[in-house]
């Protein structure tokens, strides 16, 4: 990827850690340092969350899609602003998509790694409704980034998906995701005071019921304004350590000489979603397998409203249509919303009941999930890899 902050460039230039083998030696001890309390925070953060929810009487849903993905997903809004206000908002476009692409790989990994527990068996209603939301938000991107040779004169029309809103030099398909998200978790808060949370097993073929909570998962020798500030000192933590990962990663392309639109882009991208990957695995282990999905899909809503928050920073034209217009990866960025859309079908399926059922179906979905994030992504890296000459 390219600078996140000129200020960071800078630092690591007087400190001689911008490029050459002490760079290369040096910099990895600052970046597991960052990484160690990156984990820490995360496993307890997502403890802490189980069970402040848990007393707050918060539906699982909604503590995984909108306090879990706003509190991983802070290290990418981060990111977006400086990207944006840098004037390179499309790194920030592509972190955030391949991003979305990883979550949905990391979904059908863990969903093969936790087959004998069935963690994703019981995905409810909510979480089912955040899906297809997802699924309509990647479907407009992938049309948006339909290259025009590739496409019949009718379906130029397309084009208008791109279009700026004049005077506020605005993506106008961006400030639409922005406003459905903010009157989906407007729904979600009204229903979760309607609708009592429950532990009913009799639900479980409706797929509406929460997961327990233990004694032990409860916390009850903290008093709540304990469990709070404990919850919020592990975010600190977390977003603190996130973003200074961030930074290190953003000058290792630099150090070993790797392009920054490809192999730059994965490793900044891999860092980035270091909180939510942790979290992931922390609630699944401990059962919360509703909180864990909806932490998941809700980081895919929020990473296309982190891209609104890069286009108000960007001083120039809207996002989509600087990307569409300006940028020479701009078929890297197609490949990347054509790869989001066709994981986010398949994941659909995969919460099918019918094919959730067939366990060699399930298993099928699943290995064709990773299998296309992982080939995609291969060939991406074997391409450039090819095409750019040796330091």
């Known amino acids: 990827?390219?600078?996140?902050?000129?200020?960071n460039i800078d630092i690591f230039k007087a400190m001689h850690l911008y490029e050459g083998k002490i760079a290369q030696a040096v910099l990895w001890?600052?970046?597991?340092?960052?990484?160690?309390?990156?984990?820490?925070?995360?496993?307890?953060?997502?403890e802490y969350l189980v069970a402040w929810t848990a007393r707050k009487k918060i539906k699982q849903s909604v503590a995984g899609a909108l306090i879990l993905a706003t509190v991983t997903s802070l290290p990418e809004t981060t990111i977006a602003l400086t990207m944006g206000a840098s004037g390179f908002p499309q790194q920030s476009f592509a972190n955030t998509i391949g991003g979305n692409s990883y979550y949905l790989f990391l979904f059908a990994l863990i969903s093969l790694i936790f087959i004998r527990r069935q963690s994703f068996i019981r995905v409810n209603k909510w979480n089912r409704i955040l899906l297809m939301i997802g699924l309509s938000f990647s479907c407009i991107l992938f049309l948006t980034f339909i290259p025009q040779h590739f496409t019949v004169e009718s379906l130029n029309a397309l084009r208008f998906l791109a279009y700026t809103i004049p005077g506020i030099n605005i993506s106008w398909v961006l400030l639409l995701f922005a406003v459905s998200y903010i009157l989906t978790i407007f729904f979600f808060l009204r229903q979760n005071k309607k609708?009592?949370?429950?532990?009913?097993?009799?639900?479980?073929?409706?797929?509406?019921?929460?997961?327990?909570?233990?004694?032990?998962?409860?916390?009850?020798?903290?008093?709540?304004?304990?469990l709070l500030v404990f919850f919020i000192v592990a975010i600190v933590v977390l977003v603190s350590f996130s973003f200074c990962l961030s930074l290190i990663m953003g000058v290792v392309p630099h150090a070993y000489h790797i392009p920054e639109t490809s192999a730059g882009g994965l490793l900044l991208s891999f860092v980035t979603n270091m909180p939510e990957t942790?979290?992931?695995?922390?609630l699944l282990k401990m059962g919360k397998n509703?909180?864990?999905?909806g932490g998941l899909v809700g980081s895919i809503l929020y990473n296309n409203v982190i891209n609104f928050f890069g286009d108000i920073a960007f001083q120039g034209d809207g996002?989509?249509?600087?990307?569409?217009?300006?940028?020479?990866?701009?078929l890297q960025y197609f490949m990347l919303t054509l790869m989001q859309f066709v994981l986010v079908v398949l994941t659909r399926l995969t919460i099918q009941r019918q094919v959730v059922r067939r366990r060699k179906v399930y298993i099928f979905l699943n290995l064709v999930i990773i299998l296309i994030f992982?080939?995609?992504?291969?060939?991406?890296?074997?391409?450039?890899?090819?095409i750019t000459p040796l330091p």
Not at 1 to 7: A, I, V, Y
Not at 203 to 225: C, G, I, P, R, S
Not at 374 to 386: K, M
């Open 278 to 282: 942790i979290s992931t695995f922390t």
């Open 29 to 46: 001890i600052p970046f597991l340092v960052f990484a160690v309390g990156v984990i820490f925070a995360s496993k307890y953060m997502s």
């Open 319 to 330: 996002v989509l249509n600087h990307i569409i217009l300006h940028d020479q990866d701009y």
């Open 374 to 386: 992982i080939s995609i992504w291969t060939v991406n890296l074997t391409v450039i890899a090819a």
């Open 195 to 226: 609708e009592p949370v429950t532990y009913d097993k009799n639900l479980v073929a409706q797929y509406d019921e929460e997961d327990e909570t233990t004694e032990k998962e409860l916390k009850n020798h903290l008093t709540m304004k304990q």
């Open 1 to 7: 990827m390219g600078k996140l902050l000129t200020w």
């Open 290 to 293: 509703n909180i864990a999905f």
